[in-house]
């Protein structure tokens, strides 16, 4: 789901991201680790939207349902924001910010919408852009961090600052529920880092000892979730509202907010030290995740308006396995070529018709600057 804003070739300078890996890609090749990454990311994405209806009747799911959602949007801001240290507002950047990002919000917040009217027969069903519904709030999120990166990017200690402003957001009741704000700011730390790391972070993630120090972690967060599904509320790892919706006063969020910021964190360079480095079987499909992410809301949401989850048997723990695993081939369908192919127009257009040339935006006597190749969308 994460966009190339960035050229692939290693290089320290702050606005160049470097993937990380010994091995140095050419220009328009993509380093596998990120896109291992960000179809995992994915797949658990799904998994959790599936996991929801479980959690109701199950200690386990619920348990599942915690660990994943304590770290696995963080993540993909996080991802999301080291391939965005390469914005710098050029033409050819804000034009891929467009076709990339606000088409496909405007088509899909839309076609949520008549997908609402549709299945619950609601045709007075209101259809707001400033309101994104579901899934859709990723994507304006997105824009808003594209588009604040120069000013991060300048700072000295963007992180303490935009952490900062998430707290203040947390205790901030009446910051309203328009453009997705308290989701916007709640994940805004988490792309920021993102925008400070470079690729001898990820090198050390991958190292022998991080990687086997992960695995009790991992464990630990799965014991924690257990122990504590009967009564934590997941609603936290929202950031949907202040932290007065969640019952706590309003100075908690002082605390609560830099401690599911440090939690994610952990989870997140978990998680990152057990990628694939390699090509997988997989790997493709990262490429894909855009397209994954934005259809798989219509499935999910299917099985909620049409009660799939109603059969008894659904709630053993034979039908939950089920249910992940028609979780991990659904998503990974929607992420393969044959879907991308039919969607591409509205995922990824190319809209040639809507930008001028380079040659047309730059002065006539001011050479053209060359941009570095930009990678596929994914």
């Given at each position: 789901m994460v966009q190339h804003d960035s050229p692939a070739p290693t290089a320290p300078a702050r606005t160049a991201p470097a993937p990380p890996g010994p091995e140095r890609s050419t220009r328009r090749s993509r380093d596998p680790y990120f896109d291992n990454a960000k179809y995992l990311t994915i797949v658990l994405v799904a998994c959790g939207h599936a996991w929801e209806p479980l959690t109701y009747g199950s200690r386990a799911a619920t348990a599942?349902?915690?660990a994943v959602y304590a770290f696995h949007m963080?993540?993909?801001?996080?991802?999301?924001?080291?391939?965005?240290?390469?914005?710098?507002?050029?033409?050819?950047?804000l034009r891929r910010l467009v076709t990339g990002v606000v088409v496909p919000y405007l088509v899909f917040e839309t076609a949520y919408t008549l997908f609402y009217r549709w299945a619950r027969d609601d045709p007075g069903y209101p259809l707001s852009l400033l309101d994104p519904w579901y899934v859709m709030w990723f994507l304006l999120a997105l824009f808003?961090?594209?588009?604040t990166t120069p000013l991060w990017l300048t700072l000295r200690h963007p992180v303490p600052v935009a952490l900062g402003i998430a707290v203040l957001a947390s205790v901030s009741p009446d910051l309203g529920g328009d453009m997705g704000l308290q989701r916007v700011l709640g994940f805004l730390p988490c792309f920021v880092l993102g925008l400070t790391l470079r690729g001898e972070h990820?090198?050390?993630?991958?190292?022998?000892?991080?990687?086997?120090?992960a695995l009790p972690v991992g464990a630990g967060a799965l014991v924690a979730a257990y122990w504590v599904a009967p009564w934590f509320d997941a609603g936290w790892?929202?950031?949907?509202?202040?932290?007065?919706?969640?019952?706590?006063?309003?100075?908690?969020?002082?605390f609560t907010t830099p401690a599911l910021f440090a939690l994610a964190l952990l989870l997140t360079a978990c998680f990152l030290a057990w990628v694939p480095q390699r090509h997988t079987w997989f790997t493709a499909l990262g490429t894909g995740t855009m397209y994954g992410y934005l259809l798989h809301g219509f499935v999910i949401k299917s099985s909620r308006f049409w009660d799939w989850y109603a059969p008894a048997w659904v709630h053993t723990p034979l039908g939950e396995l089920a249910v992940t695993a028609l979780a991990v081939g659904g998503i990974t369908v929607l992420c393969s070529p044959p879907v991308r192919a039919v969607f591409r127009f509205v995922v990824e257009p190319r809209m040639t018709w809507a930008f001028r040339s380079r040659d047309e935006y730059a002065p006539a006597d001011t050479p053209v600057p060359r941009e570095p190749a930009q990678a596929k969308a994914p």
């Open positions: 599942a349902y915690l963080p993540a993909f801001a996080l991802v999301s924001g080291y391939f965005s240290r390469g914005f710098d507002m050029a033409p050819g950047r808003v961090w594209r588009m990820f090198e050390r993630l991958r190292t022998r000892p991080v990687r086997l120090l790892f929202y950031h949907r509202g202040s932290v007065t919706g969640q019952g706590a006063p309003a100075w908690a969020g002082l």
